[in-house]
C-alpha cells in the first residue's frame, strides 16, 4: 500500500507542475480537477474518509465548476469586446 501512495503523490507532483505550465485554461482546469481526484484517493488510503468526501464534494466537483462557469463568462467578455472594437 506504501507504493501506491508514492506512485499517487508523484502524480499529484506532476499534474501541479503542468497545471502551471500549461498554456491552454481549460486543459488547466481538467488537470487540476485530476489532481483533486488524486488528493480524495490519497486521503481514502490514509484511512481519513471524511476529508476524502469533502475532497471531493468541494475539489473535484464545486471548484470544476465554478472555474468551467468563469472560463464561459470569460469567453463571453472577450466576445463582447471584440463585437465593440467592430
Do not use: H
Not at 37 to 46: A, D, E, N
Request: net charge negative; hydrophobic share 55%.
Amino acid at each position: 500500500m506504501e507504493i501506491f501512495e508514492y506512485i499517487i503523490l508523484t502524480f499529484m507532483v506532476i499534474c501541479a507542475i503542468m497545471v502551471t505550465v500549461s498554456k491552454n485554461l481549460l486543459t488547466s482546469v481538467i488537470i487540476f480537477m485530476t489532481f483533486s481526484l488524486m488528493q480524495c484517493i490519497l486521503w481514502l488510503c490514509l484511512r481519513s474518509p471524511d476529508l476524502a468526501v469533502t475532497e471531493a464534494a468541494v475539489g473535484a466537483v464545486v471548484d470544476t465548476v465554478l472555474f468551467f462557469i468563469t472560463l464561459k463568462n470569460v469567453n463571453k467578455l472577450k466576445e463582447s469586446g471584440e463585437k465593440e472594437d467592430e
